[in-house]
């Protein structure tokens, strides 16, 4: 192969390589480090043996989140507060794939599924993503994880039973959550906490990450009246009147985002169950807001 060549053959699979490892990992920092360290492994393979270029990256790059996943899962035992994942920009543009593979795509880079994803092992979670999120072959997948088919199998079972059990139920209909986070909007800007109660769930689940370095609960907040009491006192607080307020599609979904100077101060998205949230999810540590810019 030539130079083009190597490089050309990992630009086709860095977007798949990417998407394997920031589901893996959470973090987009860790999953570039990761993809990093698979183009340098690439580029100094003995690329002759190699007769599917994205099968022997998908292998490096799985390898390589699994290993980094053991290292940072010490990391976030010692997290101040609740952890979410790093929110990423998912609007596909002209590139999108087709209605099914999209949907596949946009939950499996959920808040919700990647929270569940953290209570899984490193191989369990590596199954569950290469097989529902990118339709692997279970053969291709053991190969990877150097396990026998049928040992792949049941870890595939088993991490998939755990993510159902324990993932909130949610209406995936985009249009129907970016009805939500406008009408949440304009009641919680506009001063209406009556209507901003009604946009809830009696039970609904408020859960904020700030890593200790911005003004956020560090305890998941629940029920409606509590929540939205909560999120009125935060839009009429002062300190957010110089915030601009925009909807944009992240990890999956629209997602509210307040910016200064074209910089994300905070997050909000939500989840729907029959027209009403019931689950919001908030943002604020600045080191997972810092790849996020606006202009």
Known sequence: MTADTVTDLFEENRAVLTGV??????RVADAEDVVQEAWLRWS?????DVREPRAFLVRVTTRLAIDRLRHVQSRREAYVGPWLPEPVVTAYGPSAPDTAERAVLADSVSFAVLVVLESLSPPERAVFVLREAFGFPYAEIATTLDRSEAAVRQLAGRARRHVEERK???DVDPAVRRDLTERF?????GGDLEELLALLAPDV????????KAKAPRRVIETADKVGRFLFAVAHDP???????RIVELNGGPALVLTLDGKADTVFQVEAVGGVIQSAYI???PDKLAGLTFT
């Open 21 to 26: 490892a920031y589901r893996m990992l959470g």
């Open 44 to 48: 100094a393979a003995d690329r002759e």
């Open 168 to 170: 909130p139920r949610y």
């Open 185 to 189: 909007l304009a009641a919680a800007g």
């Open 205 to 212: 689940r408020l859960v904020s990450d700030s890593g200790g």
């Open 239 to 245: 300190g957010t009147t110089n915030l601009e307020a």
């Open 283 to 285: 943002i604020r540590n």
